[in-house]
């Protein structure tokens, strides 16, 4: 069975501070993945995706990808209060055209304490 | 862009009824839009799978003949939740996975809260 496990959390960081999000998989063949935001009571929305190893940084937020360790992350700089919400990590075991569907991890509750 | 909407966001029935969902793609073709549903203070779960032209692909434990999908065009897939029971109450979430540009992201809908009296 395919798994993708997050710590539910809650993670609770001061403002200003780094959020640091984790999230492990299990299919070693997996090629994509994304980082989807959703606050309670609406439906998720994406921040980022990543494909290959390394690190990708968009705004405050950056992906971090290790296949080797089969992990990926979520950075987010200079924490507001306002994202406050449970991150969501999905996997996806291809890159690129293919309809295949995302596994998603349960979610890590981030609050961002002002 | 890549803007997902449903209709309708929130549906109150009663027991026994239909009711359909809608989620469109409004700026770009989708051929493969998935169903979700999220209870409260859960993780989400697919439906199925949703694809243009031909018949949708349901995860295990998901009934078909209950939980129709009509994907008729390249913008537009519809969840119908045939004799609707207390026990569908649920958050509803279709995403749609573009189909050019080559990546696979899926961008997700509003929603729709269904409760079932």
């Known amino acids: 069975q395919k798994e993708v496990e997050q710590n539910s959390g809650p993670l609770s960081v001061p403002e200003g501070a780094i959020a640091s999000l984790n999230c492990t998989y299990s299919?070693?063949?997996?090629?994509?993945f994304f980082w989807y935001r959703q606050y309670s009571g609406k439906s998720p929305e994406l921040i980022m995706f990543?494909?290959?190893?390394g690190d990708k940084e968009d705004g405050r937020f950056t992906a971090q990808l290790n296949k080797a360790s089969q992990y990926v992350s979520l950075l987010i700089r200079d924490s507001q209060p306002s994202d406050s919400a449970t991150y969501l990590c999905?996997?996806?075991?291809?890159?690129?055209?293919?309809?295949?569907?995302?596994?998603f991890g349960k979610g890590t509750l981030l609050t961002v304490n002002p | 862009g890549a803007v997902v909407s449903q209709h309708p966001s929130r549906v109150i029935c009663k027991s026994g009824t239909s009711v359909k969902i809608e989620c469109r793609s409004l700026?770009?073709?989708?051929?493969?839009m998935f169903w979700y549903r999220q209870f409260p203070k859960k993780s989400l779960m697919l439906m199925a799978t949703?694809?243009?032209?031909?018949?949708?692909?349901?995860e295990q434990g998901v009934e078909k003949d209950k939980f129709l999908i009509n994907h008729a065009s390249l913008t537009l897939s519809t969840l119908t939740v045939t004799s609707a029971h207390p026990e569908d109450s649920s958050f509803y979430i279709c995403?749609?996975?573009?189909?050019?540009?080559?990546?696979?992201?899926?961008?997700f809908g509003p929603g729709t809260r269904l409760t079932v009296l």
């Open positions: 700026d770009f073709q989708a051929t493969t």
């Open positions: 990543i494909y290959s190893n």
């Open positions: 995403s749609a996975q573009p189909t050019s540009g080559g990546s696979n992201e899926q961008f």
């Open positions: 299919d070693r063949g997996s090629q994509s």
């Open positions: 949703s694809n243009e032209g031909s018949k949708a692909t349901y």
């Open positions: 999905a996997v996806n075991p291809s890159s690129g055209g293919s309809n295949y569907k995302l596994t």
